[in-house]
């Protein structure tokens, strides 16, 4: 990501959301085409990664078990001592296996599950901001009595949408290793669309199951940038079609001004002046706002207030320095690369 690049609207924010399981492989490394996905979207302008308050203490429930299983495996090796198999899947649950005591152990469970919470923030940049809060029953319980999804994960998907009161994603992948889970809510998604997404006003999700992330198989080891790109693209403009305007070009024309933005409308797009404009590129590795409202021109005049695009036009605005202590020099690098084809161009969510 761009060093200059600014934060992003939430309106076009994209929330990748990390179910517990999920959370559970990036620690283990299970598979490295899934950790090599949530890498690449950490290092992304426009996306934050987030699981909740609620996968969070699943979380620690499995690490829990996990670490305390390890540390009876560790003891009787240590003792030269074989491990009664029967034993700890049967009493490990509760805490009783015969070779260590589960008190003396403890505070390094805890330890370690601290460690491996930290682990997920500092490696990937996740943020545990989606707490708990009051608004997140009444849709978990339509969610779970409407369809075959746990309650559970009925409170994944509330959680993930609503992440604090009076907060909601705009744009929300929830990526799961869950199979049933995301079929399950292909299964009723226009039933839930009706009945709890508009009705709580709610963004409607897109499940993603880790087998088809963005195109990939990520069990099978698949990681192509090129595909992920094009499938999250493709979605994150589908999800802001009321601000989308176009694409950037290379300006072109005798004399024109050196700060001209040149861009190709999509088909359909309503010209509103004055406003701000919001471009992020194509590879979303910046995010950058005009300081000035900007006006569009096409064919060296101006267009006119509310114009409709019945066609792709080429319209151009100037860019003007974002801020006037910006080093020169910043200014000429932002400058060229909005001057460059394909970036996207938004109307920012505030203008209007």
């Known amino acids: 990501m761009k060093e200059w690049s600014q934060p992003c609207h939430n309106k076009l924010t994209a929330s990748i959301f990390l179910d517990t399981n999920i959370l559970s492989y990036l620690l283990d490394q299970s598979y490295p085409a899934l950790t090599s996905l949530v890498t690449f979207f950490s290092q992304k302008c426009c996306v934050k990664l987030v699981p909740s308050d609620f996968c969070q203490l699943e979380l620690v429930g499995i690490r829990k078990r996990e670490h305390y299983l390890r540390a009876v495996i560790e003891k009787a090796n240590a003792n030269n001592v074989l491990v009664n198999c029967s034993s700890l899947l049967k009493y490990h649950n509760q805490y009783n296996c015969v070779e260590i005591d589960f008190q003396q152990v403890l505070p390094t469970i805890r330890q370690k599950v601290d460690e491996d919470l930290n682990k997920i923030v500092s490696n990937y940049g996740v943020k545990f901001d989606n707490i708990f809060h009051e608004y997140l029953f009444a849709p ?64 409607y999700p897109i499940l993603i199951d880790q087998r088809q992330a963005f195109g990939c198989n990520l069990d099978k080891g698949e990681f192509d940038t090129g595909r992920i790109l094009k499938n999250f693209y493709k979605e994150y403009i589908s999800k802001n079609s009321e601000y989308y305007i176009g694409t950037t070009l290379v300006p072109t024309g005798d004399n024109m001004p050196h700060n001209m933005i040149a861009l190709k409308t999509k088909v359909g797009v309503t010209i509103r002046q004055q406003q701000y404009i919001t471009i992020i590129s194509k590879d979303f590795d910046f995010c950058i706002t005009t300081s000035n409202r900007v006006t569009f021109y096409h064919r060296n005049s101006q267009v006119e207030e509310n114009s409709i695009m019945e066609k792709a036009n080429i319209v151009t605005c100037l860019f003007e320095n974002i801020n006037e202590e910006l080093p020169g020099e910043t200014y000429k690098e932002i400058l060229s690369e909005l001057q460059k084809k394909d970036h996207i161009v938004f109307y920012h969510p505030d203008s209007w």
Not at 180 to 185: G, P, S, T
């Open 140 to 203: 978990a319980r339509d969610i779970c009595l409407l369809s075959k999804i746990s309650k559970e994960d009925s409170f994944v998907i509330a959680s993930a949408l609503n992440p604090q009161p009076n907060l909601y994603e705009h744009i929300c992948f929830i990526i799961t290793h869950d199979g049933d889970f995301v079929k399950w809510h292909k299964e009723v998604e226009d039933i839930l669309k009706t009945t709890v997404y508009d009705y709580y006003n709610l963004s």
